[in-house]
């Protein structure tokens, strides 16, 4: 069975940095990509950033872009995003989903999604 | 930020048809890019709907369909039920150089009247 398990939100303070991982299982986790996306409360779902299955190509949303940095240990199956100089606006819940297709290419559907971490942001 | 503008909000009796549009340009649904849809059931995650335009993943019932024409797409739910109250989201991707890989729609909440 596929499994996302996201970890590393919390309540931080702006500018602050926080680390969020996303531990994989059921699948061979080296074989696929995998993204981020967020869903701020009560608002619509937002695509934040990509990693192909070697690291080899990685895209990330304007709005996060030089903030943000996504990464992945294949031999520890997770995936992980640092997140730097937060702000109020970065409040979401973050979740890891991966693609369904065994190739280098970073883009698909999103088959599984984890059940997210949640990241608020205030002083 | 959303770029594919969906209906906020739809409803229908029991058994009625209903479909959300997903309407987006010609940087990413009429650049010829496939359109994903994702039901979100309150509080859990989104789930795959429909991949590539109009098909289902192994599992989804055959009452919700995909199309696509243009520069919008639709999502079709025949024979609506309660358990189909969820919001929904349209997806695909943008080719303009400024802006993200991934688009989302602005979702659209189903109510079963």
């Known amino acids: 069975e596929v499994q996302l398990v996201e970890s590393g939100g919390g309540f931080v303070q702006p500018g602050r940095s926080l680390r969020l991982s996303c531990a994989a299982s059921?699948?061979?986790?080296?074989?696929?990509?995998m993204h981020w996306v967020r869903q701020a409360p009560g608002k619509g779902l937002e695509w934040v950033s990509g990693i192909s299955w070697n690291s080899g190509s990685i895209a990330y949303a304007d709005s996060v872009k030089g903030r943000f940095t996504i990464s992945r240990d294949n031999a520890k199956n997770s995936l992980y995003l640092q997140i730097n100089s937060l702000t109020p606006e970065d409040t979401a819940l973050y979740y890891c989903?991966?693609?369904?297709?065994?190739?280098?290419?970073?883009?698909?559907?999103?088959?599984?999604w984890g059940q997210g971490t949640l990241v608020t942001v205030s002083s | 930020q959303s770029v594919l503008t969906q209906p906020p909000s739809v409803s229908g009796a029991p058994g009625q048809r209903v479909t959300i549009s997903c309407t987006g340009s010609?940087?990413?649904?009429?650049?010829?890019?496939?359109v994903h849809w994702y039901q979100q059931l309150p509080g859990t995650a989104p789930k795959l709907l429909i991949y590539?335009?109009?098909n289902r993943p192994s599992g989804v019932p055959g009452r919700f369909s995909g199309s696509k024409s243009g520069t919008s797409a639709s999502l079709a739910i025949t024979g609506l039920q309660a358990e189909d109250e969820a919001d929904y989201y349209c997806q695909s991707y943008d080719s303009s150089l400024s802006g993200s890989l991934y688009v989302f729609g602005t979702g659209t909440k189903v109510s079963v009247l």
């Open positions: 989903a991966k693609v369904p297709y065994a190739s280098g290419s970073l883009t698909g559907p999103f088959d599984y």
């Open positions: 059921g699948f061979t986790f080296d074989d696929y990509a």
């Open positions: 590539d335009d109009n």
């Open positions: 010609s940087s990413n649904i009429g650049a010829g890019f496939v």
